[in-house]
T-cell receptor, first 116, second 115 residues
Framework: AQKVTQAQTEISVVEKEDVTLDCVYE???????LFWYKQPPSGELVFLIR??????QNEISGRYSWNFQKSTSSFNFTITASQVVDSAVYFC?????????????FGTGTRLTIIP | AAGVIQSPRHLIKEKRETATLKCYPI?????VYWYQQGPGQDPQFLIS???????DKGSIPDRFSAQQFSDYHSELNMSSLELGDSALYFC??????????????FGEGSWLTVV
């Protein structure tokens, strides 16, 4: 069975600091997809990034970057120069590729607080 | 770009009442998912539909049912509501194929409060 672990329950950093959110996953599938979602206080789930299991290239999007390492089953998320608007709960999620089993399995989330 | 549309955004029901949530997926998305998120918890998968047929089932109570209609919108029906059903309910949709990215997009959620 698939499993996603976000060991950091809560993180607080001062504005402009860098912060890394950890995500470790388990799956028996050879093809799978990893995601990060942001849930601000208003409640919606905002898609941030998807990474396919066959593409280990790291990605940078503005202040956000993601480090995918299959060897350690990790998909970590770094925010550079954090801002107050980054305060939210961040979920890492895994989706397998088998037809009929394509639901997302979420980690328990990391609550990030950026202190002004 | 069009997103997943959910209605109503908020509803309050009494115990033992029935509630219906509606979801309109992103156009041309063929799969719809329902998730339930309790306070302080991660979203839990309830059920999904692919091309109007149930494709996967999670921890959905027997008191709940869902279906997807010919226009691809979906409804989640919840009966005999209990206090523990108070949660944020998400609908999500995705499209298959290499161009779609297999990304699951979520609606803004429907807040259900059972009193």
């Amino acid at each position: 069975a698939q499993k996603v672990t976000q060991a950091q329950t809560e993180i607080s950093v001062v504005e402009k600091e860098d912060v890394t959110l950890d995500c470790v996953y388990e799956t028996r599938d050879t093809t799978y997809y990893l995601f990060w979602y942001k849930q601000p206080p208003s409640g919606e789930l905002v898609f941030l990034i998807r990474r396919n299991s066959f593409d280990e290239q790291n990605e940078i999007s503005g202040r956000y970057s993601w480090n995918f390492q299959k060897s350690t089953s990790s998909f970590n998320f770094t925010i550079t120069a954090s801002q107050v608007v980054d305060s939210a709960v961040y979920f890492c999620a895994l989706r397998e590729s088998n037809f009929g089993n394509e639901k997302l399995t979420f980690g328990t989330g990391t609550r990030l607080t950026i202190i002004p | 770009a069009a997103g997943v549309i959910q209605s109503p955004r908020h509803l309050i029901k009494e115990k033992r009442e029935t509630a219906t949530l509606k979801c309109y997926p992103i156009p041309r998305h063929d799969t719809v998912y329902w998730y339930q998120q309790g306070p302080g918890q991660d979203p839990q998968f309830l059920i999904s539909f692919y091309e109007k047929m149930q494709s996967d089932k999670g921890s959905i109570p027997d008191r709940f049912s869902a279906q997807q209609f010919s226009d691809y919108h979906s409804e989640l029906n919840m009966s005999s509501l209990e206090l523990g059903d108070s949660a944020l309910y998400f609908c999500a949709s995705s499209a298959r194929g290499p161009d779609s990215g297999n990304t699951i997009y979520f609606g803004e959620g429907s807040w259900l409060t059972v009193v």
